[in-house]
């Protein structure tokens, strides 16, 4: 069976990037540039300031 990590900590870094730490210590950083044209539900986060308010909710991020 497939176990699904919880994100715990999120931090903002430069431009849409993120370095985030899973509950199993796994962290790392990952940029979200690429998802940015991907439909109109990415369409908030392009912008910076929206994109920097994430917070955790549930184990993964939202806005």
Avoid: Q
């Amino acid at each position: 069976m497939w176990n699904m990590n919880d994100i715990v900590r999120i931090a903002c870094k430069e431009g849409y990037v993120y370095h985030i730490i899973f509950d199993n210590g796994i962290s790392g950083d990952v940029d979200f540039s690429e998802y940015l044209s991907k439909g109109p539900v990415f369409e908030p986060l392009r912008e910076l300031a929206f994109f920097r308010k994430a917070s955790i909710e549930g184990g993964t991020i939202s806005s």
